[in-house]
């Protein structure tokens, strides 16, 4: 693996970013002041959504948590609701802590001191570098899978991305670039640049301000980079879920803290195996017995509502929702896999933070049966 050979060419390609970055700055909200709070949220709410999204989700989070305080004091039940949709939910459970811990050890000011920040819970490497270096404009280098496809690209590197070999080139690299003293505008430009610019797929290479100093456009190799290793194959995962109707109410329950979902919400139901209703149009009756394992609710099924997916890292879900009613007079569950339940009214569904699936399952309630909104649903 070679290295931009000379300090004029590193010049070269830190000064044509850093000017590329005075012209596109973007107007974002975080971007305004760098306090260190905002720079923290907007971080980990970015790791996993897009921009626009993003400045949605941060500009409702700080008008309800306008400050570090605020956050550490909420019910976790309140950050995840403000966290719906973004997944990731242990992100939020972690900013949760974090809020605690920067309230009740560093007098409720977000640090920006590297290894300060790295003692906080959900603040790793990354997270940490950035704050350090956008809200403190502290000399941290940066790098994240984004970095590191501008870095692999401009220096042709061949090997797989993963590999820790070419993680310590990477950083090599990341950190020799840096410009002393300008961590700030540097780091942000090299995000946005892999953001807007060097993309993953068709970069822009014929409008880079950085092209001059790119090895791989100049050996032809920009499809090629970053290298990248065997893809994880999808696990297709198929569930039932019950919309179970009682009076005027539906059933939910909490999931456990420490599970994927740990403290969202959800509709009882269970794994099925493939093929158990699978199949386009087969009938999935184990949703009855399903619910009955999870929740010792005895229900019937009235009809089959929808199928919903969802993805979460490399498993694709499917989820069979079903109307059913309840059987008998006995309305307190036995949880096996959640730990708390509520009967709730329809209305009152939008109070409760649901995963991806869950909540496709009460828009499609929502948008195209009316009549559960209203009232009895016997059918
Ligand atoms: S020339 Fe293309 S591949 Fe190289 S840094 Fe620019 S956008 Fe990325």
Redesign the pocket.
């Known amino acids: 693996m070679k290295s931009i050979p000379s300090a004029a060419e590193r010049t070269s390609f830190v000064q044509s970013l850093l000017q590329w970055f005075r012209i596109t700055n973007r107007d974002l909200p975080w971007r305004r002041t760098y306090n260190p709070y905002h720079v923290w949220i907007s971080e980990i709410m970015l790791q996993q959504t897009q921009m626009d999204r993003g400045v949605t989700y941060f500009l409702r989070w700080i008008k309800r948590f306008s400050d570090v305080q605020a956050v550490a004091v909420a019910e976790e039940q309140e950050i995840l609701k403000y966290w719906e949709g973004l997944g990731y939910y242990a992100r939020a459970r972690n900013l949760h802590k974090a809020a605690k811990v920067i309230v009740g050890e560093f007098g409720g000011v977000v640090p920006c001191d590297y290894h300060r920040l790295l003692t906080l819970p959900g603040i790793g490497v990354y997270t940490a570098a950035a704050i350090a270096s956008v809200a403190g404009n502290f000399d941290v280098a940066v790098l994240d899978a984004n970095v590191a496809?501008?870095y692999t690209?401009?220096y042709n590197l061949d090997t797989p991305v993963k590999e820790q070999k070419t993680q310590k080139r990477l950083r090599e690299i990341a950190e020799n670039l840096l410009p002393k003293g300008q961590a700030r505008a540097y780091n942000q430009a090299l995000m946005d640049?892999g953001g807007l610019?060097?993309?993953p797929k068709n970069?822009?290479?014929v409008?880079?301000?950085?092209?001059a100093?790119?090895?791989?456009?100049h050996a032809g190799t920009?499809a090629g980079?970053p290298v990248l290793g065997p893809k994880k194959n999808m696990i297709t995962v198929h569930k039932v879920a019950g919309f179970i109707r009682w009076k005027e109410k539906v059933f939910i329950q909490q999931r456990k803290a420490g599970d994927v979902w740990g403290g969202l919400w959800e509709f009882p139901g269970g794994e099925i195996a493939a093929g158990e209703g699978g199949a386009e149009g087969e009938p999935v009756v184990q949703v009855v017995s399903e619910i009955l394992q999870d929740t010792g609710l005895s229900v019937a099924l009235v009809k089959p509502l929808t199928r919903v997916m969802h993805q979460y890292t490399h498993h694709k879900i499917i989820l069979h929702c079903f109307l059913c009613t309840l059987e008998g007079e006995k309305t307190e569950p036995m949880l096996r896999s959640a730990c708390s339940f509520r009967w709730v009214l329809l209305d009152e569904l939008t109070q409760f933070a649901f995963p991806a699936g869950p909540r496709k399952l009460i828009e499609y309630v929502r948008a195209s049966q009316p009549e559960f909104l209203t009232g009895d649903v016997h059918s």
């Not at 409008?207 to 092209?211: D, M």
């Not at 100093?213 to 456009?217: E, F, T, V």
């Open positions: 496809r501008v690209r401009l640049f610019v060097c993309t970069p822009h290479c409008r880079c301000p950085v092209a100093s790119c090895r791989a456009l920009v980079r």
